[in-house]
């Protein structure tokens, strides 16, 4: 099999542990967030949203790949207008993710048991961390979405994800 | 290595000869054979043979800079022995009384004088010669012949001849092909006066030579010509060439060890005749191609052995019709690697010209830098290159000759529909370092030859991006624009 091929695999399972691993372990144990309780936040509703999203984004990579290798250029002037199909795709995958996530915040209730602080009837702020996951959909598009492409497409667009030649030389002599 | 000489007489036989060296340059004679050109003609102005050298001095460039011995394509050499003029050495008198000096002549002897009023009509003494023979063949035997006093020693032949025998010498077994009309002036006269002189002429080496030639019988017709002068008439061509094939059968016949008789039921009709110069510059057709192909074939022994002839009663000719077991297959490899060279690949390498950064270039053409160096960190050649750009021109003029050829074919039977599927325009050579915007941008091969179809798991082969594509997942031996068009060439 292509070094780019295995490349872009180790991406996509790289993605996917930083979204459903990485960051659940972030909002649980790291990040300053305002939860109630956070680790029981992180399962109830952060961990099906980024399964969600892990899927769209899935969905996003793998329509990219049918397109690139499908789509036939009669010229590299014509080729390089295609970033504006990929950069559209991006812009969806990460928009969809961060829909993804504010959906299940606001249906999804937290089942979980009441701290000492709420039992003393102390006043609590259960703010979903919007100011982390925000920047963080950003991130998941870099792992999820342009790392696997510039490994994962094919034929004449295999270079038009930005800095996809330059890691393929990585992988493979030139 | 295979030699062989062609000697194209008159301006069919110049449009034969431009047929076989692309036939040569396409690798339809195989990859081993060293092909040596001879133009004969009086009329040096002639548009055919012009067209002809223009040929040739394209395929020996295009050849020199582009050879991959590996490849079909160029991989025969070619030597060009230039132009030859039977009146080469009278060039101050251009009519038949001036060469025989007439009043001199009559001077001398009264019974020859008149023997010469016998022979040869008023106006045929008075003719000018300069644009050839004029559809008369006695003119043109009584010029040719005079060879014959110069011993082959003046002009190309010296170097010809030398050729040959050092050929024979070295234990091959050199061919030497006529092309000529057997109904016109030039051709009807030179061909079985050549083919006798030279089979005389290397009489000590005759067994270890091979003479053939290919006789073009009447395939076209036209009106006449709009000048006063004696010129060739259609109504002549079948007395021309009942009396060329009689003297041919009985006198010159033995010279030759194979003579293929090449014709066409339907005349193709020129619309804008001429008695010769520049304006006699005739579309190509099929039946020189095939007249062509008659060289790849074996000789055999003996007059009459081997006839190339349509395979198929239709009026249009068709790829199955070619003679040759890689006529057809090297011709369409050559016309869809020139097609796409001229609808894509040219533009594309003038486009990569243009970019500052060829990085940016190759991320939407991954192909490019398998062949060209993006920077000083590969020794691949630089698209600016100096050695690059002539490479560029070279193929792009001969593949635009090619073209122009191929398109006339297509077009020269009965509809403007055989063999391929050509675009509607006129092929010019580019001169500019910019892309071409008359060129425009072609993405499928799929209809261009007509009858062609591939099979599934070889479709790809029908997209020039997925051709481009192939180029950049495999390795070449030769890189730069050699290495693209001769490994084009292999997977097309």
Redesign the interface.
Known sequence: MKARYVAGGLAIAFGVIWIMGITFGLITDVLPVSLQNPAAWAQQIYFPASAVSTLLYVGFLLAWVYYSYNR?????????QTISIWLSLLGMAVISNIIVLILFIQFTVVQAPATQAALAGASFVNAPPYEFLIPLTLINGLLLFWLPTCFLSQ??L???PPM??ELNTITEK? | MKKVYVLGIGGTGAKCIQAAVHLHASGAYGKDVRMGVLLVDADASNGNLQSARETVHCALEAGSLLRDTNVSLFSGVLKNYGYWNPLGDYSDRLTLSDIYREAGLRAVDTGLGELYDCLVAPEEKQADLSVGFRGRPSIGSAVVSRIRSTGFSQGPWPELINDIQADCANGDKPRIHLFGSIFGGTGSSGLPTLGTLLSRELKGVRDAVEITASVLLPYFDFDVPDDDDIYAEAKNFTLNTDAALQYLARLAGDSFNCIYLVGDGTKQRYERPSSGGPSQNNPSSCIELIAAAAVSADAGSGYGNGAYLTVSDDSLMSWEDFPGELTSKSLKSTLRTCYTWHFNLYNELREAQRFDSKNSFAKAAPWFDRFFSLSNRTNRPDIEGEDQSRQIAAFDKWSVDFLQWFQQLCWSGTAREQLADIRDVSFKPYDGLEPDISRVYLESLERLVIGQTLAKREKWRDSIDLLKNHLADSKHRLEGTVGLINNLYEII
């Open positions: 036939r250029c009669a010229n590299c002037s014509e080729a390089k034929r004449t295999r270079f038009i996809s030649y030139r």
